[in-house]
């Protein structure tokens, strides 16, 4: 025999109550209020360390790697392709070129922006070709830039630097 929609509907006795605001300032039902106290912390690790303290001092430090000759930056404490420890650490220059870049009408978080901002990747001048960071351009047009670029880093002034890549404002075109 078919079981019709009227034999499986629940009785409106069993129907659950949703929960009021009203019902837990008044304990009506049992509940646990907690507030967990989550700390957490990270290190940057030695050479990203090494790369914010120096930036605060207006310097780009780059690591190198004796064996294939690379100088790697932003700067790394092992050579991924020799699989060893790097050997010394360099300054580079705060030049560059952009490899690429792009036109970004939002934000980090995801809010629109009233004015676009180009992101761009820039390879450094002194460190090994590709090595390079991702950062925003300054004083230009989007209409004006390309690939290949040259641009300069301009930084905060000494007293409002904070061992951060933000310490660089913006990389303008030079030239
Ligand atoms: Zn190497």
Redesign the pocket.
């Known amino acids: 025999m078919a079981v019709g929609k009227k034999d499986i509907s629940c009785p409106p006795e069993a129907i659950g109550t949703p929960i009021k605001d009203e019902d837990l300032k008044k304990g009506k039902v049992t509940y646990y209020e907690d507030y967990p106290d989550l700390r957490y912390a990270w290190t940057a690790g030695q050479a990203i360390s090494r790369f914010l303290n120096e930036l605060k001092k207006g310097r780009l430090i780059a690591t190198k790697?004796?064996?294939?000759?690379?100088i790697m930056f932003p700067p790394r404490i092992f050579?991924?392709?020799?699989f060893?420890p790097?050997d010394d650490w360099v300054y580079v220059k705060d030049t560059g070129v952009v490899q690429t870049f792009s036109i970004s009408y939002i934000d980090p978080d995801a809010r629109p922006l009233p004015e676009p901002i180009i992101v761009a990747v820039i390879a450094v001048d002194g460190a090994s070709p590709k090595m390079g960071i991702m950062h925003v351009l300054g004083e230009v047009k989007p209409e004006d830039v390309y690939i290949g670029m040259k641009v300069k880093a301009v930084w905060k002034d000494e007293e409002e630097r904070e061992g951060a890549i933000t310490d660089i404002k913006y990389w303008k075109p030079v030239g």
Not at 65 to 70: F, I, S
């Open positions: 790697c004796n064996e294939c000759g690379r050579c991924e392709l020799c060893k790097i």
